[in-house]
Each structure stands twice: as structure tokens, then as C-alpha cells.
């Protein structure tokens, strides 16, 4: 009797759980369904704005420049979770077992690149597809290269060099718009003439950041810069 | 056109297709895999959508370092697990 009664009670849910699904599909189509077709969006008021943004790519002039602010908190948000994870422990001891002849040669060939890579992108992104954070991440991906061949920082960079490395990009960015907000009353309002030259500074500087982050939080604890080593 | 047309419905089906194999996989190491690539093909899919700016953020960030973050995350795990076992080990060794 009881098992029966469980038995119908499981295959309720089941349709319960159908039903939710089927509502929330529901819900979604007819989300999807009644988009106007030709949306009215910021398209022209970005496009109207252009020259005085300082870059060509209109991605990159939204990011930096008229939509600043989101990316200042997401240089934010990508330190707070570093700092998350450092919080947690140490890193693991570091194994020292030397990379294979193949992954050694390939790091050698390879690290170079990705650093020119990362430059390119960082420098292409005032004008076409790029910017900050596709830059950062190639830098980052390099780090993870080399920590993957058990390459690790020299102990004297472990501290405080990394540690600036790792605010720099948040920092150039409130520094840069603490000024302005000190010279002109608006925080990164960037004078049109300057503007170019501020975001390559601030993309700079947010590209170390990011790539020695993400490399970081790849590390995945607190580097211990101790004689245990 | 045909040819767009097809090209997109065999993206739109690889990804739900991937997407479906990477949740539902019992191996977590396939699961990353499949969730790499999920990422790989969501690329394209963004490239399709005239987004180059996503899609580059997507295959460098999406598939590329959130997969190394998880793979990481997942030789953590087991080696908690190595560890856990092997403590154990040298327990019952002492005894």
C-alpha cells in the first residue's frame, strides 16, 4: 500500500516538475516571440558619440569610455575573487618536476608569442575586435603555460612585485578618474583630446592585472614566498 | 543561403547536443571536455551572430581559461582524495 502510494507520489512530481518546464518554455517563447522586431537600442547615440571617445572600435568605446564604470567594478570583482581564494589557504606545494623535453621546447617557442599576441590584441582593440580582456586572458594563458611546466616565480618578485601587478589595473583606473574627477568634477569623463591616450593606459594596466590574476586564481591558493620552497 | 541556413541549425544542434552531454556526463573529466568545447562552438556561434568581440572573450575566457580553472579544480580534488586515502594508509600501516 505505502510503496504504491510512493510510487504515484514520485510520478505526481514528475509532472509537476514537466508542468514547471513547460511553463518556464512557455514563458521563454513567448519572451523570444514578442521582441520588436527591429529594437531601437543605443546604436545611434554610441555612433553620434564616436569622436569623442578617443577609439574606433565602438565596443571598446562603450567599455572604456561611455560604460567605464561596468568595467572598473569588473576589474573589481576579478580581485575580490582572488582575494576569495587566497583567503582560502596556501597554494599547494610545489612539486618540482621539470617539464618533458617537448613542453619545455614548446614553452620556450610558445610564451614569447602569446606575450606578442597579447600586445597586438591590447593595441588593435582602439580600432577593431580586442581591448583589455582578450589581451589579459592570452597573457594569463601564457602564465598557465609556464606554471603548468612547474615554472614559479622568483621569490623576490613574490611579494610586493606581485601584488602590485595584481592592483595595477584597478588602480590606474580609480587614479585616473580620481584626477579627472579632481580637475573636471566628473569622475572618468575624459576630455576628448586626452581620451585615446587614457584608455590605452588604463587597458595597459588592466591587461597585467588580468593576465597575472587569472594565472592566479589558476595557482589556486596563496603563493607562499617562504623557505619551504 | 541554404548553406547559412544549414550551417546554423547543425551550430544551434552541436551546441544543445553539448550542453546536454556535458550535464548529464557521470565522468567529471569528460565533462569539462565537453564543456571546452561547448564553449568552442558557442565561438562560432557568437562569431555567426556578428559579434567578434564576444566571440574572442568567449574562446579565450568561456572555453579556455574556465576549462584550465575546472581542470585544475578537478586535480585539486583528486589529489584531496589521493591524500585522504593515503593518510588512511599510513594509519593502518602504524597500527
Known amino acids: 500500500m505505502s510503496a504504491a502510494d510512493h510510487k504515484w507520489s514520485s510520478l505526481a512530481l514528475r509532472w509537476v516538475r514537466l508542468l514547471l518546464l513547460l511553463a518556464l518554455a512557455g514563458g521563454l517563447a513567448y519572451a523570444v516571440l514578442s521582441l520588436p522586431d527591429q529594437a531601437i537600442g543605443l546604436n545611434d547615440q554610441v555612433r553620434s558619440n564616436m569622436e569623442t571617445s578617443g577609439v574606433h572600435n565602438p565596443v571598446t568605446a562603450v567599455l572604456l569610455n561611455f560604460r567605464g564604470y561596468d568595467t572598473l567594478l569588473e576589474m573589481g570583482v576579478l580581485l575580490v575573487a582572488l582575494l576569495g581564494v587566497w583567503s582560502l589557504g596556501a597554494a599547494a606545494a610545489h612539486r618540482r618536476v621539470g617539464p618533458g623535453p617537448v613542453l619545455s621546447f614548446l614553452v620556450d617557442g610558445l610564451v614569447p608569442m602569446m606575450i606578442l599576441m597579447a600586445g597586438y590584441l591590447l593595441w588593435v582593440g582602439a580600432a577593431a575586435p580586442g581591448g583589455a580582456f582578450q589581451a589579459g586572458s592570452v597573457l594569463a594563458a601564457a602564465g598557465i603555460l609556464l606554471l603548468l611546466s612547474s615554472k614559479r616565480l622568483p621569490v623576490r618578485l613574490m611579494r610586493w612585485p606581485l601584488r602590485f601587478a595584481l592592483v595595477l589595473g584597478l588602480g590606474a583606473f580609480v587614479a585616473v578618474g580620481v584626477t579627472l574627477l579632481s580637475v573636471s568634477g566628473l569622475f572618468l569623463q575624459y576630455p576628448p583630446g586626452l581620451a585615446g591616450g587614457l584608455i590605452l593606459f588604463i587597458e595597459a594596466a588592466a591587461t597585467l592585472s588580468i593576465g597575472v590574476t587569472l594565472a592566479a586564481l589558476f595557482l589556486g591558493g596563496r603563493p607562499e614566498a617562504g623557505p619551504r620552497r | ?95
Open chain 2, 1 to 95: 543561403m541554404i548553406l547559412q541556413w544549414g550551417f546554423d541549425g547543425m551550430l544551434a544542434i552541436a551546441l544543445l547536443l553539448l550542453a546536454w552531454r556535458a550535464l548529464r556526463s557521470p565522468d567529471l573529466f569528460t565533462a569539462i571536455v565537453l564543456f571546452i568545447a561547448f564553449g568552442l562552438v558557442m565561438a562560432l556561434a557568437w562569431v555567426r551572430l556578428q559579434a567578434p568581440d564576444v566571440a574572442l572573450a568567449e574562446a579565450a575566457i568561456g572555453a579556455g581559461l574556465t576549462g584550465a580553472l575546472l581542470l585544475a579544480a578537478l586535480a585539486r580534488l583528486n589529489d584531496l582524495d589521493d591524500n585522504i586515502n593515503d593518510s588512511h594508509a599510513v594509519d593502518a600501516e602504524k597500527k
